[in-house]
């Protein structure tokens, strides 16, 4: 079959993206989750193996996630650390506002291009020897997902969502300290510091998480799997469920030393056919799925706000507002408020959310379920932008502006945190590709807004320019109607082609 599983006469193909994951009958075979969630079935299937990364220990799950969240935090603040300095750091070089946001722009082009090269290396010789810069960008999302399953997915990519956003929106209240009591020269020296934390620390103790998995009772050459098991009787077996079961492999495992977690490179990523070919080209063939291109459109359609926010904090906060370098830094604690709460909602509510919304669903989870999470943001997008811009035009009071940013911060993560799970929630075996096409969109959408935001603020003014943005922004949000409605549609289209793709990263090991 095209999607690599056999299917009974009469059996659609398992749609991606759509699973069964309440058990409410108590009749699903597989793994369930302990405590007082024992009816939600574990997806993906963990194998038997100990250093399965599904089946870590909460202390080694946890230390994982550290490594993730200290790498993140560091990378982060090094790549913002600029935003509330720009007006000393263009006094001092001669450089316009204009020259350093394109500067800036161009940095995250780079960030989300590079991917194409990182992403690849870390798939094919393994996650840990690739933290570098780039791969804060859709390395460490794909790390998450694989050591978490899918109920619990939504808190830790909403933490990573909290340390990355979070850090860029830190990074200026630091950076206008330093600035004041050592100069803009010493932020450029403290972020390079942050980048040394950011690579010891992991190199001493993250783990690496690739890991081929032949989840017992599916036999090796049918990956993908969507469903995590199947019901004990097979008259109730729905579409989204295997309908394949076979008796687990009897394996014995040796457990890995700290010497051999550490490893540079593990010896089964190094004995796999090299992909890396296929793996730079499917990432622009991934921008042909509907679903793939309209998560990277989400994320980049929010993330335009975040630089829009930072090209322009200088010239609103200092110019009108007249706050000193330091000041601008500490309305920074205001977009980290934001931050915050936009973590908390989308991942610990999130996860909550989905989880009633499959109880009321008979059981079925489907990834367009998450995207009801972007309500508030019909109303905050432009509520925000007017306030910030448009209120610095007639010079509200200047908690008005600040406000804004907590807004706008807020707005921000969602569209972070939900257009990433939306991707990975759709198709699973593909994410550590698919994440890459949707950081390159993201990206260039990035790359063009701090490319054009100063001439445009300067050839329209504040009150035009963010009167305009308010109305773009709220367009953007409704467009989340479509795929709500249609998603599931377009998931189920995407069948043939999703399972090709699976079965051939499969040939090669590349499934993790």
């Not at 798939?123 to 791969?135: D, E, M, N, S, T």
């Not at 960008?137 to 340390?163: K, M, N, P, Q, W």
């Not at 469903?227 to 077996?237: D, I, R, S, Y």
């Not at 698919?434 to 390159?440: E, P």
Request: charged letters at 15%.
């Amino acid at each position: 079959m095209a999607d690599g599983m056999e299917h009974p006469a009469g059996k659609e193909a398992p749609v991606p993206g759509t699973v069964h994951i309440v058990d409410l009958l108590g009749t699903m075979r597989g793994q369930h989750a302990e405590g007082g969630q024992k009816d939600i079935v574990l997806v993906p299937a963990p194998s038997t193996d100990p250093d399965d990364p599904l089946n870590w220990s909460p202390r080694r799950k946890a230390l994982s996630t550290a490594c993730i969240c200290v790498y993140t935090l560091m990378v982060g603040i090094a790549s913002a650390g600029i935003y509330s300095v720009l007006e000393p750091i263009s006094e001092d070089t001669g450089l316009t506002l204009n020259d350093l946001n394109q500067g800036t722009g161009y940095m995250f082009l780079f960030f989300g291009w590079g991917c194409l090269v990182w992403q690849p290396l870390a798939l094919q010789y393994g996650k840990r020897p690739i933290f570098v810069g780039a791969p804060i960008e859709s390395l460490c999302e794909i790390s998450v997902t694989d050591i978490y399953f899918s109920h619990e997915r939504g808190r830790y990519i909403g933490l990573y969502a909290l340390l990355l956003a979070g850090s860029n929106f830190f990074a200026p209240i630091i950076s206008g300290f330093i600035n004041d009591g050592q100069g803009w020269q010493w932020v450029l020296y403290w972020c390079a510091i942050f980048c040394g934390i950011g690579f010891v620390f992991p190199f001493f103790f993250m783990e690496e998480t690739n890991y081929v998995r032949h989840t017992a009772g599916i036999p090796a050459s049918t990956p993908g799997v969507i469903a995590p098991a199947e019901p004990a009787n097979p008259e109730k077996c729905t579409p989204t469920e295997a309908s394949v079961n076979f008796s687990p492999p009897l394996t014995s495992y040796k457990r890995k030393t700290y010497l051999d977690k550490i490893k540079l490179f593990q010896a089964a990523d190094l004995q796999n056919p090299n992909e890396l070919k296929g793996m730079v080209c499917r990432p622009l063939i991934f921008l042909t799925f509907p679903v793939i291109f309209y998560s990277g459109f989400s994320y980049g359609s929010n993330l335009v706000w975040f630089n829009v926010l930072n090209a322009t904090a200088s010239l609103i906060l200092s110019g009108t507002y007249n706050f000193s370098a330091s000041m601008v830094g500490v309305a920074y604690v205001s977009p980290l408020i934001g931050v915050a709460i936009g973590s908390a909602y989308t991942g610990w509510f999130g996860d909550w959310f989905v989880i009633r919304k499959a109880r009321k669903n008979k059981g079925i989870l489907e990834s367009e379920d998450r995207l009801w999470l972007f309500a508030p943001s019909f109303l905050l997008i432009p509520f925000g932008l007017i306030l910030w811009g448009v209120g610095a035009a007639h010079h509200v009071h200047w908690f008005g502006a600040v406000f804004a940013m907590c807004i706008l911060a807020l707005t921000n993560t969602m569209g972070l945190q939900l257009s990433i799970a939306y991707c990975i929630d759709s198709y699973r075996a593909l994410s550590g590709e698919a994440i890459i096409t949707v950081i390159l969109i993201r990206n260039t959408m990035s790359f063009a807004i701090g490319y054009g935001i100063t001439p445009w603020v300067t050839d329209m003014g504040l009150q035009n320019c963010f009167l305009n943005a308010a109305f773009v922004g709220m367009a953007q949000v409704t467009t989340v109607a479509i795929m709500i409605k249609w998603g599931k549609t377009l998931r189920r289209k995407s069948i043939s082609r999703y399972g090709a793709n699976v079965e051939e990263m499969a040939k090669s090991g590349m499934v993790h």
